[in-house]
Nanobody, 121 residues
Framework: QVQLVESGGGLVQPGGSLRLSCAAS????????MGWYRQGPGKQRELVAW???????TYWDSVKGRFTISRDNTKNMGYLQMNNLKREDTAVYYC???????????????WGQGTQVTVSS
């Protein structure tokens, strides 16, 4: 059973910071791209950032300079450090990971259940 579990969401004031974590567990052979999407109230899901296996990072324009994505390959963990949070960052944040399992099947994308981030005073 493969799982992605996010943590670290919560309520924060504008200008504050949060760090989201994404833990991948199960019969994993390799973790390729990891990333984060978000879906705000009444909005479509949008890609926030991703990091590939070699560490190259890509960010959506609205979060550049404020969010930092990282990963720990030894622990199959992904992180999203969010600084200078704005009200418009309020959303459910979902992590994903492209995983190759030990059973030899082709790589597939797995998703976490989402964690709520609310930016409000």
């Amino acid at each position: 059973q493969v799982q992605l579990v996010e943590s670290g969401g919560g309520l924060v004031q504008p200008g504050g910071s949060l760090r989201l974590s994404c833990a991948a567990s199960g019969s994993i052979s390799r973790v390729d791209r990891m990333g984060w999407y978000r879906q705000g109230p009444g909005k479509q899901r949008e890609l926030v950032a991703w990091i590939n296996g070699s560490g190259t990072k890509t960010y959506w324009d609205s979060v550049k300079g404020r969010f930092t994505i990282s990963r720990d390959n030894t622990k199959n963990m992904g992180y999203l450090q969010m600084n200078n949070l704005k009200r418009e960052d309020t959303a459910v944040y979902y992590c994903y990971a492209d995983l190759t399992l030990t059973d030899g099947r082709d790589s597939d994308r797995y998703w976490g259940q989402g964690t709520q981030v609310t930016v409000s005073s």
